[in-house]
């Protein structure tokens, strides 16, 4: 076996049989030593991502801000640990609990399956498989397992399952998973397809056998039916199914003991239907051994990482970024098939010549991971504009998500950066009528437009978990997406349209109530909310999931004015001073408002602009201060050095980090320029994909910056514009 090559160049046969022996004596399986052994020595720059980051749970109450209550598992993380290509239809991870976000929860010592999609938001996790062994009896279909062996990489998985004796490795491509079993008992070896599970509630579920050695059929969530076609290189001896279609049912494929070989399970997805998963399986893994599939799963994260070259720092810096850098990009996911076909927003199979995506995380990757993609994936970022608008071409309104209209800010910044590939003309109206249309992707529109805010009704005794308007933060965001549309609006010379939004654009100043100097929620008299305490935070009541700290510095179109508002530098300094210096009350426990620094919440996004605000009074060392505290403090922490401050969200929290690693940070995200921070590293090559080359180059000992250099020229300002990425050049960041 290839696998144990190593050991038989080192033992001769009496000792290697000894030497196995011993080892399924411990408990301890060989071929997961050998899988560690490769992961760690694997070269280029795959090496320094951690899949494990963002597994584990932050619960140190001096970072999250308040003693985790009894019960609780915080929302820090919700990362998966398993196996994707860079914006996959498959993501195959190990479950450990249902209903955890991720599926998969570094704390938990027993396995129940290895499902093959995830987001890290309590949602997905469909298609669940689990190899079974003779050890097994009755229906504890769970094993135990150890960290210890256990390894993941870049398109790679594996552990070893302790109550079945299996060596399990797991590697996928984009629309495809590739399972690959070795058991200690080739005896009674079966399959569990546990389809009647999945983070959501799963309505209907079929399997049914296709030949000697193949499996179909689907899972059934209500918004989503997920089909699959599996191939085995044994052959099934039955196919046992208890309860199809029940909530509490499951089907366990029998496998003939008719060879020894490690089982291989290759399985093809497809949104559409059972022919198109196994069209997807046919033209993406076909005849492909596993270890041919993971070293191409390999090389695609090495093109996607290699594009951003960092030399210096530490090792812990560089692994931080190149694991932050890997999770920006595991989100949109794929749903088109390799034929072109794909379901659409009306429940209809369509085909197009472009890949068809989710919907972003909009309310929480618009900041800085949607614009890392339009810079690093053109193509994609190009497909999932596509995408959206012909969701709203079905739908009436451009999607957003969660909260806020940010599919402006993505388009029309996209745009602005060079992405054109797609039907500009066509998404601009729709996403005028998501600014002019009630009934859209903004609620409350009619009211914003007509006063200048959305109101908030006077609760007499609101708590943590109200739910009303969230009036503040939508007037704020509305006014920010106002100002992106006009953006839009005059690169295409609509003059009409620019003119009023950037009108809209200022009402950021209707929720701001200079007795207080806070953003504040008001009634529909105009009259401010009397039940005000800017420390309290809201799940939906006035703030959305904040409180008055965290959002009353987010005008980032505007930020002179915002200043101005606040009285002037000096004032604005003090305030912001006060954000970050002010207690926490840690009686104050909000599940989603979490790891603070005073009063700013780095564990959510509404404030992440926050840090970078004093560069918009000339005071750029507080927020390198700042920027610098959050990297090395609230990144890669606790006992195993993998926790996360605040839950991922779809790559957002790892992009703040990489941006601002890199010194590069889209304050506006709409705008085609970048606030220089001072980066991490020495040097930064950023490759575009036009082969174009962006160098960054810090120069002195300190982190105080002193002087931007572009293209060998004293650079005036702090804001560098997107031609650098466009026609390639360099950045020197001089420091005192």
Known sequence: MRELSLILTLLNMRLLFSALAFLFFLGVSPFAIFAQETTAKKTGF????????????????????????????????????????PNAMVQLSPITAYGSGAGYQYEDSTIIGF????????????????????????????????HQKESAAPGYYQVYLQDFGVNVRLTSTLRCGFHQYTFSDNNGRRLLFDLARANNRVRDWKIEQAGESAVQGYQDVGNDKIYFYAMLNGTI???????????????????????????????????????????????????????????????????LLSKIAVR????????????????????????????G???????????????????????????????????????????????????????????????????????????????????VKGAYDLLLRNAYVEGSSRPHLTEYMQKGFISEPDIESPNVETKANAGVSK???????????????????????????????????????????????????????????????????????????????????????LVTLYGGNAAFESKLDSLFTVPWNPNYIARNVETMVGQYCHGNQPDHEAPFAYYFIGKPEKSQRMIDFILDSLYGMGPQ??????????????????????GLYPYAAVEDRYLVTVPLFDTVKWTQTDGKLLTIRKSGKSRKLQQVIVNGKPHQGYFISHDLFTNGGTIEVKTR
């Open 115 to 146: 499902a093959h999609t995830n987001k890290g938001h309590w949602n997905l996790c469909n298609i669940p498989v689990l190899p079974l062994s003779g050890l097994q009896t009755g229906s504890n279909y769970a094993s135990r397992f150890s």
């Open 341 to 423: 076909e794909y379901f659409d927003a009306k429940r209809k199979v369509v085909k197009a010549s472009f890949n068809y995506y989710t919907v972003p995380s909009l309310w929480d990757t618009y900041r800085n991971k949607l614009v890392l993609l339009s810079i690093v994936s053109p193509k994609v970022t190009a497909d999932v504009i596509q995408s959206l608008k012909d969701m709203g071409d079905k739908t009436g309104f451009i999607p957003t998500f969660f909260h806020g209209d940010h599919a402006a800010s993505f388009i029309a910044g996209s745009y602005l950066r060079g992405i054109a590939d797609f039907d």
């Open 475 to 561: 007037t704020l965001e509305y006014a920010y997406d106002d100002y992106a549309l006009a953006q839009l609006a005059k690169k295409l010379g609509d003059t009409a349209h620019y003119r009023q939004l950037m009108e809209r654009s200022k009402n950021y100043r209707n929720v701001f109530d200079p007795s207080t100097r806070f953003m504040r929620g008001r009634l529909a008299n105009g009259d401010w909310v009397k039940n005000f305490n800017p420390q309290y935070p809201y799940y939906e009541y006035m703030y959305r999931e904040a409180n008055a700290w965290q959002v009353s510095f987010f005008a980032p179109h505007d930020m002179e004015g």
């Open 641 to 662: 050095g993998l926790d996360l401050s605040g839950m991922d969200d779809a790559g957002e929290m790892s992009s703040w980090y990489v941006c601002s690693a890199l």
């Open 46 to 85: 795959t090496r320094y991502v951690n899949p494990f980051v963002g597994t584990t749970p932050l619960t140190d109450p001096r970072i999250v801000g308040f003693t985790v209550p009894n019960g609780w598992r915080p929302w820090s993380g919700l990362t998966y640990p398993g196996s994707s290509l």
């Open 312 to 339: 210096g720092g530490t090792e812990k810096q560089k692994s931080l970024f190149y694991s932050s850098l890997y999770r920006a990009f595991l989100w949109p996911a794929l749903r088109s098939d390799v034929n």
């Open 237 to 303: 001896a039955s196919l046992e199914k208890q309860g199809e279609g029940k909530r509490d049912g499951r089907a366990i494929v029998h496998l003939k003991d008719d060879n020894s070989k490690a089982v291989e399970l290759k399985i093809g997805l497809s949104f559409v239907s059972t022919d198109n998963a196994k069209q997807n399986l046919q033209q993406e893994i076909g005849p492909k051994s596993f270890d041919e599939t993971r070293a191409a799963a390999n090389r695609t994260w090495e093109v």
